[in-house]
């Protein structure tokens, strides 16, 4: 059997936005086998994960409807990918062999450890596990009682509109400005609708105890907090690092601008779990489902044997709800810094409601017809150090 038939084993880490697109868009070329290797039977969407809390929305949908034909779906962790062997470790004993792998095990949620309190009494957000307990212990609470939500970005702007629209009594602690990477515009009108709401916005503030049933402030100030959810940002698994594999200081794989590692061509990353040349993109499904394609892309040219092509990709401003009838869409330039133009209200509800359906539809789409993603290109990334030259392994 010569080289150009021999079949391949691709394993995808992750089912997320990336995960799931690389996996449909790798069966452009024949003879590839795919195993998508996820820790839960069905996809999250992720971007809608503080309605789920707020009990205004589901975020799961059956696998069935997503994959394309032919891809095998193992429910599983992976634990460590053992580049010597070319096996991914599972949590359950298992290995599966891989000719080539894409790494994107995605975000999650990321508590201070300099918090005293916040891991034993705040609720994260990121992910589907935790919200599904927060929206328990929401149920749990009288209509009145005092909620804290600790980060001013989207996440947390987000939480505490759904929640502040049912009626809750929500205190948004920011720790610096509302959504800094928006313009002065867009921050103003996010503020306003938060505060006609019933929100109480602390800028300047920030979190320095979690107690039960209360927040502490740096300026010494308490604050009843019957439950506090924590929204301040986003880590990444340990995967990679587990597998001794490089990463930057959050964790992210470091890779080229082919998005293939810089410790063994094959493997290739893609979305939140990604710092191609040291430089990641913005955190969110806007990027991880291009990335995701274009790592499915990079593995099928080293199947070929041709050089991959680098990344190109363009970030062009950012959706958040404000409730169920409300939203605004912050326009930015290709390299995602804001320009000082927004789209606010019911146009913008309707805006990020498209967004969120977008990035399903897309994923259906290339499980349909392998190849059909386009993205925006032409953005730019901060420069920042690059990483160590890559090692190329033999094929």
Known sequence: ???????????????????????????????????LVNPRPDFVERVRLHQFVAGTGEVTIDYGNLLGEGIRLVVDSATRIDTAARAVRLASGRALDYDHVIYAVGSIAAIPSSVPGAAEFA?????????????????????????????????GVETAAELAEQGRAVTLVCGGRLVSSWSA???????????????????????????????????????????????????????????????????????????????????VAAGDAVAPSGRPLRMSCQAAGPLGAQAANTVLSHIAGVEPAVINQALTGSCVSLGRHAAMRQLARRDDTAVNLYVGGRLGAAFKELTCKVAVSRIRR????????????????????????????SR
């Open 185 to 267: 515009r867009g921050r103003r009108y996010a503020a306003r609708w938060l505060i006609r709401h019933g929100v109480t916005v602390l800028e300047a503030d920030v979190v320095a105890k979690v107690r039960p049933d209360a927040i502490v402030l740096d300026v010494g100030t308490v604050r009843p907090s019957a439950l506090t959810i924590w929204a301040t940002g986003f880590g990444v698994p340990g995967l990679a690092a587990a597998s001794g594999l490089r990463t930057d200081t959050l964790g992210r794989l470091l890779t080229d601008e082919t998005l293939t590692s810089v410790d063994d061509d094959r493997v």
């Open 123 to 155: 609720f994260p957000v990121a992910e589907f596990e935790s919200a599904r307990r927060l929206r328990a212990r929401l149920v749990e609470l009288p209509a009145d009682a005092p909620v804290t939500v600790v980060g001013g970005g989207l996440t």
């Open 366 to 393: 290339e499980a349909n017809r392998p190849g059909s993603t386009v993205w925006v290109k032409g953005g730019r990334r901060p420069e920042q150090p690059a990483p160590a030259a890559r090692v190329v392994t």
């Open 1 to 35: 059997m010569t080289e150009h038939n021999t079949r391949r084993k691709v394993v995808v880490v992750g089912g997320g936005y990336a995960g799931t697109l690389a996996a449909n868009h790798l069966r452009m070329r024949a003879g590839v086998d795919i195993t």
